[in-house]
């Protein structure tokens, strides 16, 4: 199995300004064939069920603030919220799809400083 | 809009059976490939189980010969069957749609709860 590891566990970022969210796996995601990285983001918060963030790496899915966005290739990945909100709070979770079984991260618990 | 809302969640004994129900709406049931999606608690996701649109399916392996996926495109219905049910599968039980263009999780369930304890 593909193993996620996410860091930091907890992250504070004051409202306004920049968090960064790292994800590495335990192999590479990124599938040779077609040059594209099997890697996504999901936002959840209190309560909720998981939201798809990100696709593909990089890919905001519909109705997603361009706030977020993602880079990375590989094995190493991240998630940046340019400008921190107060709705932003929430965990966040990374989850490969290159291979069966689909693995998440453990989660990064994103709260305002 | 698309709806996914889960059922049958509860308390069961270590050994005891539960069956899930997952009901669909908001878009072409029988067309997309749906999952079981678990979280214990404070842990992250964990998927369990996929069914194609075919029927075609897949398990963690943890859960082979204990769970059963299948669905009824005419009740637009998922099921999870799970039988000799452990402590460790104490978790909120998701279903997820598979995108149609992307294998994410595009749509979720607010889930239902499985408790396993003596």
């Known amino acids: 199995d593909i193993v996620m590891t996410q860091s930091p566990d907890f992250l504070a970022v004051s409202l306004g300004e920049r968090a960064t969210i790292n994800c590495k796996s335990s192999?590479?995601?990124?599938?040779?064939?077609?040059?594209?990285?099997?890697l996504a983001w999901y936002q959840q918060k209190s309560g909720q069920p998981p939201k798809l963030l990100i696709y593909?790496?990089?890919t905001r899915e519909s109705g997603v603030p361009d706030r977020f966005s993602g880079s990375g290739s590989g094995t190493d990945f991240a998630l940046t919220i340019s400008s921190l909100q107060a709705e932003d709070v929430a965990v966040y979770y990374c989850?490969?799809?290159?291979?069966?079984?689909?693995?998440f991260g453990q989660g990064t618990k994103l709260e305002i400083k | 809009e698309v709806l996914l809302v889960e059922s049958g969640g509860g308390l069961v004994q270590p050994g005891g059976s539960l069956r899930l129900s997952c009901a669909a709406s908001?878009?072409?049931?029988?067309?997309?490939?749906m999952n079981w999606v678990r979280q214990a608690p404070g842990k992250g996701p964990e998927w369990v189980s996929y069914?194609?649109?075919?029927?075609?399916?897949i398990y963690k392996d943890s859960v082979k010969g204990r769970f059963t996926i299948s669905r009824d495109n005419a009740k637009n219905s998922l099921y999870l069957q799970m039988n000799s049910l452990r402590v460790e599968d104490t978790a909120v039980y998701f279903c997820?749609?598979?995108?149609?263009?992307?294998?994410?999780?595009?749509?979720w369930g607010q889930g239902t709860r499985v408790t396993v304890s003596s």
């Open positions: 908001g878009f072409t049931f029988s067309t997309y490939e």
């Open positions: 997820a749609r598979r995108g149609a263009a992307v294998a994410v999780y595009d749509y």
């Open positions: 192999q590479s995601v990124l599938y040779s064939s077609n040059n594209k990285n099997y």
């Open positions: 989850q490969q799809y290159y291979s069966t079984p689909r693995t």
């Open positions: 069914i194609g649109s075919s029927g075609s399916t």
């Open positions: 593909w790496a990089s």
